[in-house]
């Protein structure tokens, strides 16, 4: 029985010692490659900036809630995209002292990888795993105060699906909510290519950016950009066959799907444009209740009435949160909700 309530007080001990955490994430990079086994290999690049004890970070091997069924053919939201697993995962995590950063070259700086924890032995520069259905989290270990590097490595299995026309990546980076200054992304594929079949679309924060890499008008991958990512950046890719060589773990259908993709995501992108059209028009809406608003203050000043105080009160709630529903990122409206509580203080001085 001893033993027993020793070995479980050994595995709780990470977290009661590692309990202070005081960092901000200044930047991520996340530089990826479908190999041509149709696995997508992984190379995580994580500065953080204030006091550490242990960074978490989960990777999910799944887009999409549930198992393929084997049947259902359709190309969106479909367990047939997701991964078999995350494997070969490889951490380190050391000081960072201004050395240039090359996306080509992430890793090279680590001269030695972390180990996992040995509930027998705590240490530091160890990490703990823990696997749901669908992700696995990741507890690393280590002290550091300024700046630091956390550097992943891992691979997330059979994440390409094979159609009858195009090989087909459709996957999610999820768990971003580190609220990072920038969050750089490179998908490079196994060979370049200007075949008409490799086409590539992003989804992320509307105010990502995004580019094809290419070389001699051959294309081979894209990068993108994310200022404050926020939880997940999903990329769909579609690659002509003959890019992945090996495919026995993948899915397959047998549909030709290029031209429905294509379709999903034009449809997605006219959406994103209504969306960004009617978020600019709310925006401005907002400028103008706001102006009337703090003008309405005045009357409501002179009137002196505890019913229009109220009623002015309601407003300002109002468009504070139809500002908030639109989320149009114009932060001081928000003060707004000073006027009211000004007109009762002048109010109240003059009786």
Excluded: C
């Amino acid at each position: 029985m001893k033993k027993i309530i020793f070995i479980l007080v050994l595995l709780v001990a990470p977290l009661v010692v590692h309990a202070e955490n005081d960092y901000k994430v200044l930047t991520h990079y996340i530089d990826s490659e479908i190999e041509i086994s149709g696995n997508l290999r992984v190379k995580e690049f994580i500065l953080i900036d204030g006091d550490v004890d242990y960074f978490t970070r989960t990777l999910n091997y799944k887009t999409f809630d549930g198992v393929w069924d084997k049947k259902d053919t359709s190309l969106e939201d479909n367990p047939l995209y997701n991964g078999s697993g995350i494997y070969n995962f490889t951490v380190s995590a050391y000081k960072y002292n201004g050395e240039e950063i090359d996306l080509n070259n992430l890793g090279g700086n680590v001269k030695e990888y972390f180990k996992e924890l040995n509930p027998k032995k705590v240490s530091d520069n160890t990490y703990r795993v823990s696997k749901k259905d669908g992700e696995n989290s990741y507890n690393i270990y280590f002290k550091n105060s300024g700046k630091t590097v956390i550097y992943l490595e891992y691979l997330i299995g059979d994440v390409v699906v094979t159609h009858k026309d195009v090989r087909e990546l459709n996957y999610t980076f999820k768990n971003l909510e580190y609220n990072a200054d920038d969050t750089y992304l490179r998908v490079l594929i196994p060979y370049q290519t200007s075949d008409e079949k490799y086409h590539v679309y992003l989804h992320g924060n509307s105010s990502g950016e995004y580019e094809d890499i290419e070389k001699d008008g051959l294309k081979y991958g894209v990068f993108a950009h994310y200022p404050n990512a926020k939880k997940e950046i999903n990329v769909r890719l579609t690659l002509p066959l003959e890019q992945i060589a090996i495919d026995q773990g993948s899915n397959h259908t047998d549909i030709e799907a290029l031209d429905e993709i294509i379709s999903i995501e034009n449809k997605k992108l006219d959406s994103s444009k209504k969306g960004a059209s009617i978020n600019n028009y709310a925006k401005y809406v907002i400028y103008g209740l706001a102006g009337i608003f703090v003008l309405i203050g005045y009357v409501i000043y002179k009137e002196k009435s505890k019913a229009l105080n109220i009623m002015y009160f309601v407003l300002g709630t109002l468009i504070s949160l139809f500002n908030y529903l639109f989320k149009t990122g114009v932060w001081y409206i928000y003060l707004i909700m000073i006027m009211p509580v000004v007109v009762i203080i002048l109010s109240k001085r003059e009786k």
